[in-house]
Structures are given as C-alpha cells and as structure tokens.
C-alpha cells in the first residue's frame, strides 16, 4: 500500500501567510491564513520578519498532525522573504542563499528542491548537496 503524502504550498505575502495542504491526489485537504501588519510611509513598506515567522509556526501548528507527511513544500513568496537555511559548517561557502537553502531543505530527506536561478525563469534543481540543472 502507498504511503500517503502531502504537498505543502505557502503563499507568504505583504499583508497575510496563506496555506494549502493537499494530498498525492492534488485535492484540497486543509487550509489556513494568518494575517499580519506592515508599516507605510511614502512609498515605503516595512514589513516584520518575526510576524511573518510567527505567521508560519501558527501555519505549522495547526497542520502539525500531517507535517511528517509533507514530502513537498511549495512557496510563493515576496523578495524578499523566509528562507529555510540549515545551521551546519558544511555546506558549500560558493553558492548563493537560494541555493543553500535548497540544500537545507534536502539536507535530511529524498526531496528534490528546484530553484530560480534569475528573473528569465531559469532553473537549476538542488539535490543531496549537488546542484544541476
């Protein structure tokens, strides 16, 4: 029997952090949106990180019971924003914050992480400390 998976997707904007947990089948199974505020002046617009973490703990709080299934995390976000980085020495001091961040992410699992290398769309695909693409 297939174990069944999940596929985290987080929309981590301005104002809110919205979330959508699916299944392997791609059908909605929970969703979540935490708000936050920002400040304005002019045309400046300051925004937290600590509010838009806590945003995400509420998120992973209340889809803690799935998040050991989780197998693909999918993030739309402002630039810029939360990247998971992994703490360890050991990661390549040659590559960008993109690209070690997609190495944290594949750090302690079989996922394959894909990263936007510029604004022309293209790709490389980070995997088990090697990136190709």
């Known amino acids: ?15 809110s ?3 959508g947990l699916f299944d392997q089948d ?11 505020t920002y400040e304005t002046w002019g045309m400046h617009v300051q925004m937290d990180p600590e509010k838009i973490w806590k945003a995400f703990l509420n998120v992973a709080e209340k889809f803690r019971d799935s998040l050991d299934r989780v197998e693909l995390l999918v993030q739309c976000v402002l630039s810029p924003s939360l990247i998971p ?11 960008g ?11 302690d699992s079989d996922a394959i ?4 290398i ?8 980070t995997r088990e400390r090697s990136c190709f693409g």
């Open 1 to 15: 029997m297939k174990k069944k998976f999940y596929i985290l997707a987080l929309d981590i904007g301005t104002s």
């Open 17 to 19: 952090l919205k979330a």
């Open 26 to 36: 791609y059908d909605l199974v929970a969703t979540d949106k935490v708000d936050y």
């Open 85 to 95: 980085m992994d703490e360890s020495a050991d990661l390549p001091k040659d590559l």
């Open 97 to 107: 914050t993109r690209h070690l961040a997609a190495l944290s992410v594949t750090r």
């Open 113 to 116: 992480v894909i990263v936007e």
């Open 118 to 125: 510029n604004q022309f769309a293209q790709f490389q695909m």
